[in-house]
């Protein structure tokens, strides 16, 4: 995947998951990166699962977005248990 698409599956899949989350947005800048990271998660956890959701971009958002979901949850419970001014 060319590094366009792969920016776009992050910002796609990390403005999904603020909008899942109903968090108050990221920004741009933090909708790829929650989304590119998101991604990487998303990626290891179905492939663990031995779970395919399909080839293409909608299969890629789809996983992006999963694990962005993930990492956001995470990253709450973090914040939320002292994790000083981390919050998304």
Partial sequence: MNIVLF???GLIAGW???VLMKG???GVLGDIVVGI???LIGGAVFEQLGISA???LAGAVIV???GAVMLVVILRLI???GGGSLRL
Wanted: aromatic content about 4%; cysteine-free; glycine content about 42%.
């Fill in 54 to 56: 399909g080839g293409g």
């Fill in 7 to 9: 920016i776009l599956v």
């Fill in 24 to 26: 108050g947005g990221y």
């Fill in 16 to 18: 999904l998951a603020g």
């Fill in 79 to 81: 914040g939320q248990n």
């Fill in 64 to 66: 992006a977005t999963v």
């Fill in 37 to 39: 990271v998101g991604g």
